[in-house]
């Protein structure tokens, strides 16, 4: 049918059925839609039972990453017209349960994101009175690229040692922590060490780089964590040679 | 992180894709980091070879000349080239990798990612080129 392109949409429905199915869609073809615009048809006009999540459209809030034809993808950013030649196939984000249709649980994502303390860990705050801690452009710029996650998951889904090891904490939380780790008014850098030199922490990753090539805001997390590697064991270095300095 | 899938047992309804043992094959890009991790074993390799080299020269001329003809063996020639293409492989990701890992900020700014890797080649080169030089010297 001319004007029109093809999406094989994953749907599960635990009520229904054991396991997940493909159900191919015919929607308008429009050059300026994105793979979103078409799921939103979809469920508009054709199956209004089909669940999955998404809110700005704009490729800030993180909550539509999908698999498009096997690469994860935010669906509010990834136009139709990369894939006139054939079907497209729309998958929930790899390695996390389905829930429901496009839906996955996120709550592994949640649980370890938090266990990295992702905000300023302060020794002692200084009184109100003293005012704001201000920050130079140069002290802003060490971070400000990690500090661009939108955590959106689609680092997990490139990462074939998430898939294979669900405990490793995973490329986004460690880029966070790297990014309050730079955070020139952040001391709660040895406290973060503790948690991510552990066997999940950073030394479960491959550098397999795929992390980094998928990150829609190109935070870089396999560069955070290939930093954080350098970093623990320049510590782990300090504390062997001066053991009783301060960590 | 421990006990983080235990939420698990209220939802008996999530699917879970089970990941396949040939993932690898799934992507050149997954393919090549495989070949990376693997050639790893040529370096090792490598190691193992000058250290068996080590021992025949110690134990005298003659088992070194049988040690240098084994090495001469087409299998061996074969053998050992295939293994020196993946030492190359490796140290070339490697290098290309090294700026990914080490961050260095002159006057606040980063510099490129050429001047890291950029050195790690030059001296690559200059240390081939002197244990060149000492060989056919030699």
Redesign the interface.
């Known amino acids: 049918m001319a004007g029109t392109i093809t999406l094989e949409v994953m749907r599960y429905r635990p009520e229904q059925e054991a396991e997940p199915s493909f159900q191919k869609f015919e929607v308008p073809f429009h050059k300026d839609w994105v793979v979103l615009d078409a799921l939103n048809y979809i469920k508009d006009k054709l199956d209004g039972s089909l669940s999955y999540r998404w809110s700005c459209r704009m490729g800030v809030c993180g909550s539509c990453g999908m698999m498009v034809n096997g690469e994860p993808k935010l669906t509010c950013a990834t136009f139709l017209s990369h894939y006139t030649l054939g079907p497209v196939r729309v998958e929930p984000l790899r390695y996390f349960p389905i829930i429901r249709d496009l839906i996955i649980e996120m709550t592994d994502f949640m649980v370890k994101l938090k266990s990295v303390n992702p905000w300023i860990i302060r020794e002692e705050e200084k009184p109100l009175s003293e005012g704001e801690y201000l920050q130079t452009p140069e002290q802003l710029d060490v971070y400000k690229q990690f500090s661009m996650c939108i955590n959106c998951m689609l680092c997990y889904a490139a990462c074939p040692v998430y898939g294979l090891d669900p405990h490793f904490i995973g490329p986004a939380a460690i880029a966070l922590a790297q990014r309050y780790n730079m955070d020139s008014r952040d001391q709660g850098s040895s406290k973060r060490l503790d948690i991510l030199s552990q066997h999940e922490g950073i030394w479960g990753c491959t550098f397999v780089g795929e992390c980094s090539r998928v990150c829609p805001k190109n935070v870089d997390p396999a560069g955070a964590i290939q930093q954080y590697k350098l970093k623990a064991v320049k510590e782990w270095f300090k504390s062997f040679l001066m053991p009783w300095s301060k960590k | 992180?421990?006990g983080?899938?235990a939420?698990?047992e209220y939802?008996p309804?999530?699917?879970?894709?089970r990941?396949s043992t040939y993932?690898?094959m799934?992507?050149w890009?997954?393919f090549k980091?495989i070949l990376r991790?693997l050639s790893s074993i040529s370096v090792a390799y490598f190691v193992v070879l000058t250290l068996l080299q080590l021992h025949a020269l110690s134990q005298g001329e003659g088992a070194y000349r049988e040690f240098r003809e084994w090495l001469k063996s087409s299998l061996m020639i074969v053998f050992n080239g295939i293994a020196f293409l993946f030492v190359l492989f490796h140290a070339i990701t490697w290098f290309n990798?090294a700026p990914?890992?080490?961050?260095v900020?002159v006057r606040?700014k980063r510099i490129p990612d050429l001047m890291i890797a950029g050195p790690n080649y030059l001296a690559w080169l200059a240390i081939s080129a002197i244990l060149a030089w000492l060989i056919v010297r030699g």
């Not at chain 2, 309804?13 to 894709?17: F, P």
């Not at chain 2, 990914?100 to 961050?103: E, L, S």
């Open positions: 992180m421990k983080t899938a939420y698990t939802h309804k999530w699917y879970r894709t990941v993932w690898w799934s992507k890009r997954y980091f991790e990798l990914k890992a080490m961050i900020r606040g």
